[in-house]
Structures are given as C-alpha cells and as structure tokens.
C-alpha cells in the first residue's frame, strides 16, 4: 500500500495526483513528436477538469501555463504562448509608492486642505464665499461626527480664519443678502438659499403656539365632559367595579 507520506508534493491539487504522474511520464518520453501528441492530450484533460476556466479569457493560455508548472518548467514541447520560466512565476512586483499627505490640519484631512487652498487661489468673490460656507459647513459636519454633539458657529468662524490667517470668512447660518432669499409661504416662512434651511415668521410661529396651548388644555381635564378630574363616565364606571 502507497501512503501519501511516501508519495513526490502535489504541486497543483486542483488537476489531482493523476494527471501530475500523465506529465511526469511524459518527460520520459524520448520522441519529441510523441511528446508533442501526449501533451495535446494532457491540455485536452485538464479542459475538462476544470470547466470554470472556459468563462476565463483566453483559458487555454492558463492551461498552458499549468502544464509547464506541473512539469516544474523542465517539459521540451512547442507551446502556442509563450514558454514561461521559474523566474517569470517568482517574479516579486515593483514596488508601489505609497502617496504620502502631511496636512497641516490633520483632524480635517488632506482633502478640506485642498478646497481651502482652491478658495484661496479664486479670484472671483462669489465663488470663494460659497467655498467658504461649504467649507465651514463640512467643520461642523466632521466636528458632530467625531464628538456626536453640536458645535458653535462661532468656533468654526475662529477656527476657519485661523487656519486662512483671515481670508475666508465664515457666516455661521449663511448671512446672504436680502436678493438670494425668496419668500416660500407668503409670509410664513423664508427659505435662505445659502444656509439651507427654513425661517418661519412670526405669524406662523404664533398660530402655531396658540395651538399647541389649546390642545393641551383640551387634554388636562378641564375641557372634558363628565367632572370627575377630566375622567369619563366610562372610566367612572370601571372604577366603582373595581372598588366593589
């Protein structure tokens, strides 16, 4: 009995021991042309071993490739592709140059140093106040991201003219002029292009309060038929089986 301790490595475990020994028989063989038809055959065997690399491109290239593996590069036939060598497989790659940032505001990252560098390189007014906003608006998103609370305004106006020694200028809720706003409700509510947000008026807000103050006073008792502390004459009725 043959133990597999006694056995030569298994170089490709995916084609089995079988074909491993076809190959090893077929460096014996001293006629190159029967070498030649042996080796067609072999190709032929591994195809069908492995059918998952016939949706492989150009697989017959890699069944190649696996041959003269196997055969530990020594095989002397006419291969179609090119012949490769032990050094091409161990071949160690070029080495990749890892992209190296030293920003100088390190808790913002590299890229927010890029935008800030590219407000301060625009000449046109406009452009480098909505650089500026966008800038001020991406601190507090990072600043809540990484504390999970609110920041103040005025930290990331200080914080920002800082860093620009004074060139850009954040307005904390995006100060705009009177022209970039546009009235939404009719006098309920302004929407400001800039900052992004509502602002209700003082009508609206009002009406809302007046609201809110009578539903609650529908629900603190007073407003309830029955007496009895705002309680039903259901909830009466509970009570007194309950008591019974």
Avoid: C
Avoid at 18 to 25: A, K
Avoid at 49 to 59: K, W, Y
Avoid at 62 to 90: A, G, M, N, Q
């Amino acid at each position: 009995m043959e133990y597999n301790t006694a056995r030569n490595h298994l170089i490709m475990r995916e084609y089995g021991r079988n074909i491993q020994r076809m190959i090893e028989y077929i460096l014996t063989i001293p006629d190159r042309e029967v070498r030649q038809q042996q080796v067609s055959a072999v190709i032929e065997l591994m195809g069908t071993l492995q059918p998952h690399l016939r949706n492989v491109e150009d697989f017959r290239h890699k069944l190649w490739d696996h041959l003269f593996l196997v055969s530990d590069f020594k095989l002397d036939v006419d291969s179609p592709y090119p012949i490769p060598t032990r050094e091409t497989l161990h071949r160690k790659p070029d080495r990749l140059p890892y992209p190296k940032k030293y920003p100088r505001n390190r808790h913002f990252g590299k890229n927010l140093e890029l935008v800030m560098d590219k407000a301060l390189k625009t000449t046109d007014p406009e452009m480098k106040e909505g650089f500026t906003q966008v800038i001020g608006n991406y601190m507090k998103l990072a600043y809540s991201n990484w504390h999970k609370e609110s920041v103040h305004d005025d930290a990331i106006k200080s914080e920002l003219s800082n860093i620009t020694g004074g060139v850009l200028q954040y307005h904390p809720g995006g100060a705009a002029p009177s022209s970039s706003s546009s009235n939404l409700a009719g006098g309920g509510a302004n929407y400001n292009t800039q900052a992004g947000e509502y602002r209700a008026s003082g009508g609206s807000s009002s009406k809302r309060k007046q609201f809110q103050q009578n539903k609650f006073k529908r629900n603190d008792g007073g407003g309830n038929s029955g007496g009895g502390g705002g309680k039903s004459n259901k909830h009466n009725k509970y009570n007194k089986n309950r008591n019974k």
